[in-house]
T-cell receptor, first 115, second 111 residues
């Protein structure tokens, strides 16, 4: 158990809809990362937050947004969903946001299916 | 980002040591080498990381060459549960931090 909690585990929704994925980081971790993994694809970095502020942005679509709340949990919002958004979405956390020496710990993901 | 190169797949007999190589010839002096693995569709699992010294923990050993251009992850006594995709990653941190996963090595442990 990594200590990172993601909810829900599974989500099925229709095209055009909006969903919210939730992540609770490990106790004490200040940084949260979001990744997308499509079927048989690698992990694509989406965005990172550190202590409530956006720290780094990867290949995140404009239809997607995220935030980190004062209690450090994070939410990833996906809107105007398309079939191609079907994927596993992983959240990870680390103790700091700018240290080279700080492993990421991943949750078990949310499997999103858009029909 | 410093790029890493790994073989796409490897087999290892159960009970033997699995040695997974990684090349990172463009690594900078302050970049750490990290290893993760992903079993089926589970979340990636952190294994080990190091800067220039060899490292060992309860899961594995990490051997980094003196010039730091390559490293080897060693699973000393592989079990069937070690079958997974193993990712070697160089951690970069220039104010726009991200951890980029490549395609990794698919390790299959053979009974």
């Amino acid at each position: 158990d990594s200590g990172v909690t993601q909810t829900p585990k599974h989500l099925i929704t229709a095209t055009g809809q909006r969903v919210t994925l939730r992540c609770s980081p490990r106790s004490g971790d200040l940084s949260v990362y979001w990744y997308q993994q499509s079927l048989d694809q690698g992990l694509q970095f989406l965005i990172q937050y550190y202590n409530g502020e956006e720290r780094a942005k990867g290949n995140i679509l404009e239809r997607f947004s995220a935030q980190q709340f004062p209690d450090l949990h994070s939410e990833l919002n996906l809107s105007s969903l398309e079939l191609g958004d079907s994927a596993l979405y992983f959240c990870a956390s680390s103790a700091t946001g700018s240290s080279y020496n700080s492993p990421l710990h991943f949750g078990n993901g949310t499997r999103l299916t858009v029909t | 980002d410093a790029k890493t190169t790994q073989p796409p797949s490897m087999d290892c007999a159960e009970g033997r040591a699995a040695n997974l190589p990684c090349n990172h010839s463009t690594i900078s002096g302050n970049e750490y080498v990290y290893w993760y693995r992903q079993i089926h569709s589970q979340g990636p699992q952190y294994i080990i990381h190091g800067l220039k010294n060899n490292e060992t923990n309860e899961m594995a050993s990490l051997i980094i060459t003196e010039d730091r251009k390559s490293s080897t992850l060693i699973l000393p006594h592989a079990t069937l549960r070690d079958t997974a995709v193993y990712y070697c990653i160089v951690r970069v941190n220039f104010g726009n931090e991200k951890l980029t996963f490549g395609t990794g090595t698919r390790l299959t442990i053979i009974p």
